[in-house]
């Protein structure tokens, strides 16, 4: 099946600054990726996504690229900002294959947290 | 407002006492999933239902049980529950069986198995 590694497992960074966050994934017939944002106390929300006929996607201050050919994808935020200090989630799924469901496998996470 | 609800938030209990976590959705998806999140290993999939009576396995399936007798509805059964389902547990609902839509999720249930 199919394996999503993330790293780093924690990301301390100044406000003002750039964030990056990493996934691998094992599965080539995978081609979606969203990227989820948990904050404290709540369940995961999805901030942005990209799928395998792309290779980058922004919106605003985040933007997340794909190399499929390297199987990994990436999760950057610009300008940071001390609302943007939570616990990061990747993803990855086979998409649109009926079959499959919507089977989502997630990353490990990454703990963001925005010094002010 | 369009939301998943799960209940209760919190929950602590003994070994062996069966316990059910109710989640509803009301935004008519056909796909809910439920998901148990650890420290370090992500979120992993429990059981998922495509349709009202229709349920299968995830990644992590022993030591529950789900139904889907309605399609609002999507409770997680655990009948001789163990420590090491002490866990966070999350119930979600897409718009689609296909995937490459978003999933919504509830807000947790935390669960404590002494």
């Known amino acids: 099946g199919e394996n999503v590694e993330q790293h780093p497992s924690t990301l301390s960074v100044q406000e003002g600054d750039s964030a990056v966050i990493k996934c691998t994934y094992s599965d080539s017939a995978s081609n979606y990726f969203p990227w989820y944002k948990q904050e404290l106390g709540k369940g995961p929300q999805l901030i942005i996504d990209i799928r395998s006929n792309v290779g980058e996607k922004k919106d605003q201050r985040i933007a997340v690229t794909l190399n499929k050919t390297a199987k990994h994808f990436s999760l950057h935020i610009t300008e940071t900002q001390p609302e943007d200090s939570a616990v990061y989630f990747c993803a990855a799924s086979r998409g649109v294959i009926k079959a499959a469901g919507n089977k989502l496998t997630f990353g490990g996470g990454t703990r963001v947290l925005v010094k002010p | 407002e369009a939301q998943v609800t799960q209940n209760p938030r919190y929950l602590i209990t003994v070994t062996g006492k069966k316990l059910t976590v109710t989640c509803s959705q009301n935004?008519?998806?056909?796909?809910m999933s439920w998901y148990r999140q650890d420290p370090g290993l992500g979120l992993r999939q429990i059981y998922y239902?495509?349709?009202?009576?229709?349920?299968d396995k995830g990644d992590v399936p022993e030591g529950y049980k789900v139904s889907r007798k309605e399609k609002r509805n999507f409770p997680l059964i655990l009948e001789s529950p163990s420590p090491n389902q002490t866990s966070l547990y999350f119930c979600?609902?897409?718009?689609?069986?296909?995937?490459?839509?978003?999933?919504?999720f509830g807000p947790g249930t935390r669960l404590t198995v002494t």
């Open positions: 239902s495509m349709n009202v009576e229709v349920t």
């Open positions: 935004m008519n998806h056909e796909y």
């Open positions: 979600a609902s897409s718009p689609s069986l296909a995937g490459g839509y978003e999933q919504y």
